[in-house]
């Protein structure tokens, strides 16, 4: 089985641009990409619906991005459409669209999540609980290795660990058995 999208596809996407790709990586690489999944898919057409935390507000709504594949052209000319939520998405350069793109270049198709499991109201909600729980903000008070000062609130942002990632896919796994 083959991947999805080749690095033509990747480096067509942000042809002119480092930066995104550079920040893709590496938002992509700390497991930031929520969920990757099939909206629909045609003969030809694939739309894949993906969320991606915020690096800014880690317990908002995630950004929403939205890529198009057109499965029948060559390597390089696949990408039909890259939207994305976000402020800069609108230039379809951003780091979500890019960290989108790398998930399907190292993903077989028939591991992308199945599109009855892709209802994003409902995905977020099921991720929200226990996505929101890892990165709680702690009154520093409650710190004992910070001493008492004027602010009261200290967010604290741990990295993504591969155990959350397990526990993601796990209840994604679930909500499919029951489609
Ligand atoms: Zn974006």
């Keep these: ?76 000319d696949k990408v039909e459409k890259l939207q994305c939520s976000c402020k800069a998405g609108q230039s379809e350069k951003c780091k979500h669209v890019i960290a989108t793109l790398i998930h399907l270049n190292r993903t077989d198709e028939e591991d992308v999540e199945d599109p009855t499991c892709m209802d994003l109201e409902q995905q977020w909600g099921v991720l929200k609980p226990q996505h929101v729980q890892n990165f709680k903000p702690r009154r520093t008070q409650d710190l004992c290795h910070v001493a008492e000062r004027k602010t009261p609130f200290v967010q604290s942002v741990p990295p993504v660990t591969p155990e959350m990632r397990a526990k993601w896919k796990n209840i994604l796994i679930r909500c499919k058995s029951h489609s």
């Design 1 to 76: 089985m083959s991947k999805l999208l080749s690095i033509l596809d990747i480096a067509k996407a942000a042809v002119g641009f480092s930066r995104p790709l550079k920040k893709g990586e590496e938002y992509y690489e700390r497991g930031m990409l929520l969920v990757v999944g099939i909206k629909a898919k045609t003969d030809e057409k694939l739309a894949i619906q993906a969320l991606a935390a915020k690096t800014s507000g880690v317990m908002d709504k995630p950004h929403e991005i939205e890529v198009v594949l057109n499965l029948g052209m060559e390597a390089g």
